[in-house]
């Protein structure tokens, strides 16, 4: 009987020590993670601003020369193959240093040979830069045109004549080699000027100062 007892209050002890753990709730090991999330760091961007329209700075800024021989008159040919307008475009031709040591043919008399032409302008608003014009014999010309737009092309015609004893065409044709190595001179507004020379194919070309 007694063991019995003894029995029966080990049970209800074992009883009461249960209830009492499971009433009391384990601390809480796991932290909020809201209440401990991090602030995301910033992030800078490496790539640069988007820039609108009105800031773009152009840059493209080129003019092509060609020679064109032709009869009775050869032609200049100035292009601007770039993006931006030129104003008060400067152009001086040099051609003492060209492969034919070409020169102008403008008068019956004089250095040119048989058949001449005077300057005069075809396309777009040239004057030559000085009074007196380009004489006959002289192997420099200088012109400015006064407006340029992209795409656009001015133009004059004269004859040019090579001073070789034997030349390639003779010496009232010019070939594209006999113009080689000779000089032009760009100058657009108040910026420096370029220099260029006519290649083997008669064209001359140049990138000029930026623009905006």
Do not use: H, W
Not at 33 to 44: G, H, L, N, R, W
Not at 138 to 154: F, K, M, N, R, V
Not at 189 to 198: D, L, P
């Amino acid at each position: 009987m007694i063991l019995g007892k003894k029995v029966c209050l080990y049970v209800l002890i074992a009883f009461l020590s249960g209830c009492a753990l499971s009433a009391i709730e384990p601390p809480n090991s796991a932290v909020d993670a809201d209440s401990i999330a991090e602030e995301p760091e910033s992030i800078v961007s490496t790539d640069p601003p988007v820039e609108g329209p009105d800031s773009v700075t152009n840059t493209n800024s080129l003019v092509e020369i060609e020679f064109v021989e032709s009869a009775p008159k050869d032609r200049f040919v100035i292009t601007n193959i770039g993006s931006c307008a030129l104003d008060e475009l400067m152009i001086d031709f040099d051609l003492s240093q060209s492969a034919g040591k070409l020169i102008f043919d403008t008068t019956a008399t004089g250095a040119g040979v048989e058949v001449f032409q005077p300057f005069e302008v075809e396309e777009g608003d040239i004057v030559q830069l000085t009074a007196e014009g380009v004489g006959d014999g002289d192997a420099e010309l200088a012109i400015q045109i006064a407006y340029l737009a992209p795409g656009d092309t001015a133009s004059f015609t004269i004859d040019v004549d090579d001073t070789l004893p034997a030349g390639e065409l003779g010496q009232i044709r010019v070939s594209d080699s006999e113009i080689s190595g000779g000089i032009v001179n760009i100058t657009v507004g108040n910026s420096e000027t370029t220099s260029t020379r006519f290649n083997n194919e008669s064209t001359a070309q140049t990138n000029l100062p930026a623009c905006s």
